[in-house]
């Protein structure tokens, strides 16, 4: 009876290993792909040890890629990608977001552009909205070019001048943020019905400690539930602007409303979809400009050289971004903001802005897909159905194959001298660029952010020049956000006479 019993728990035993040790660890063909760690077939322990508190593990995942390529396991179901096979595979190959997603990013119990899970209502929703924030659309609406120039001359110029006036101090992080929050809102609500972040900052602050409460989940029912009601509040106030506004139209939402009234959405449901369609466009805006802007300030600030070259280029557009304040004559100068395609076409104003979207990418993360039920193959990978995949922006830009010392800040790499390896080298570097992310799920708002940093980078540094009083904490986080770890920036600002 003894051996019986022996012979049938050993028997159990060995099933057992094969199945949950041996199959997936050694024999199967998800096996094969190379592992960050060895214990990462059989347990997400490792992996887990490497992200406390929230943390991506980005430097460690970069070290995997150097020592495995292109492709790396990291857990019994989650895998990082690196290469334009892997991103072609993964994001253009119709593979859906995580459920994380869904539980993150929904607002008012209704789903959004980040938050939709499933490919077609999320690309039903897109096609509605998408034309408003295309390339040609942000170069040629009025309504853009009408609140740039309020939130430009009326707010930000007299708040940087009134710094100039005392000690020329200015906190360049909470400017960021401030002008990521004004512009959004003004394109989604029109200025009237945007915020004014740039001079309440009591305002800025409040809406600021409940937008990172709900994030961190902390007191998230009330902070959520004050925000909430707030940004239904500006649509309210949106849906009473007219076509004939003399300042600007809510662009956004006027588009969205206007799409979703025609659609199968029951009318009782449309005025949550659009405000949490809207919420999740602030959101997105936020963090990402602040990221942007504080580094291109932060880098800039240090190189007295690189911002008097970026100054003589911005000076020389036909229509420069002259502030009439700076003449140090005191008369007035015609309050104009330069064509939006000749801004565009700077070489040195583009080479800065891709090289710190490059090194500081604001969404380091990686972003995460998930594999269809009946698998796929990836990198000549055979992957099964429901395992995580993600890529990171930040991994695919420290390639030293494609971005030769690529840890190093150097924008001339993104400048072409015209011969046929500088162009065949810049197209590369440009396949590999993937701060917005790539396919059917790509930053919508990639050609606006665009605009609006050239623009307020031309408007700083056309008139002032920029150094650096503190900075402390300023590497980036490895978060899904890389804001500076410090939340700190603190510039002088110089006035820059025009002829200098
Ligand atoms: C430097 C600025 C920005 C960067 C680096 C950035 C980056 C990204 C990335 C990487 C994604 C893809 C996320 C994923 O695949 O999971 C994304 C999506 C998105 N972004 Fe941006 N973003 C920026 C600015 C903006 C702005 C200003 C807006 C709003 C006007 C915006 C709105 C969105 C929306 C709505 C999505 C979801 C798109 C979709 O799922 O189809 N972003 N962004």
Not at 106 to 127: A, C, D, E, F, W
Request: with cysteine; hydrophobic share 40%.
């Amino acid at each position: 009876m003894l051996p019986l019993v022996l012979i049938s728990a050993v028997a159990l035993f060995t099933a057992l290993c094969y199945k949950y040790i041996i199959y997936p660890g050694f024999i199967s063909p998800f096996s094969k792909v190379p592992k960050a760690h060895f214990s990462v077939p059989l347990t997400s322990l490792w992996i887990k040890w490497k992200r406390p508190e929230g943390t991506n593990a980005i430097p460690t995942l970069l070290e995997a890629h150097r020592k495995h390529g292109p492709i790396v396991r990291l857990s019994p179901d989650e895998l990082s990608v690196a290469s334009l096979d892997g991103l072609r595979q993964v994001y253009t190959g119709g593979f859906e977001k995580s459920q994380e997603y869904a539980d993150e990013f929904i607002n008012y119990g209704t789903p959004n552009l980040v938050s939709m899970v499933q490919n077609r209502p999320h690309s039903i929703q897109k096609r509605m909205i998408s034309h408003v924030y295309s390339k040609s659309s942000i170069h040629n609406s009025v309504d853009l070019q009408t609140l740039s120039k309020i939130l430009l001359f009326e707010r930000m110029f007299p708040a940087l001048q009134s710094a100039v006036q005392g000690d020329k101090i200015v906190d360049a992080y909470g400017l960021s943020q401030a002008l990521g929050v004004d512009f959004v809102t003004a394109f989604l609500f029109g200025i009237d019905n945007g915020t004014d972040y740039i001079r309440d900052i009591v305002a800025r602050r409040k809406f600021m400690t409940n937008y990172w409460a709900k994030k961190d989940g902390v007191d998230t029912e009330r902070t959520t539930e004050e925000l909430e009601a707030y940004v239904l509040s500006l649509c309210h106030a949106a849906e009473t602007v007219s076509e004939q506004s003399p300042t600007s139209r809510p662009v956004v939402h006027a588009q969205l409303s206007s799409q979703l009234s025609k659609s199968a959405v029951p009318p009782q449901q449309r005025d949550l979809a659009v405000a949490s369609e809207m919420m999740d466009h602030i959101s997105a805006s936020i963090d990402t400009t602040t990221v942007t802007m504080t580094y291109i300030e932060w880098e800039l600030s240090q190189n007295l050289g690189l911002q008097s070259a970026l100054r003589k280029e911005l000076r020389s557009l036909p229509s420069p971004l002259l502030h009439s304040l700076n003449s140090g004559k005191g008369e007035q100068i015609e309050q104009k903001l330069p064509d939006p395609k000749e801004l565009d076409a700077l070489p040195l104003l583009n080479a800065v802005l891709k090289e710190v979207l490059r090194v500081y990418p604001p969404s380091a993360a990686l972003l995460d897909r998930v594999t269809p039920p009946g698998g796929a193959v990836i990198e000549g990978y055979d992957i099964p159905g429901g395992i995580t995949v993600g890529t990171s922006a930040k991994i695919m830009h420290l390639n030293e194959k494609v971005f030769s010392n690529a840890e190093s800040f150097k924008p001339e790499r993104w400048l072409s001298d015209g011969s046929e390896q500088s162009v065949n080298r810049i197209k590369q570097m440009n396949r590999w660029f993937w701060s917005f992310g790539s396919g059917g799920r790509m930053c919508i708002g990639n050609h606006f952010a665009i605009h609006m940093l050239k623009t307020i980078v031309a408007a700083i540094y056309t008139n002032y020049e920029t150094t650096i009083v503190a900075d402390e904490g300023i590497e980036p986080e490895d978060a899904f956000v890389a804001l500076p770890v410090g939340r700190k920036l603190v510039l002088k600002l110089n006035p820059v006479d025009e002829g200098t």
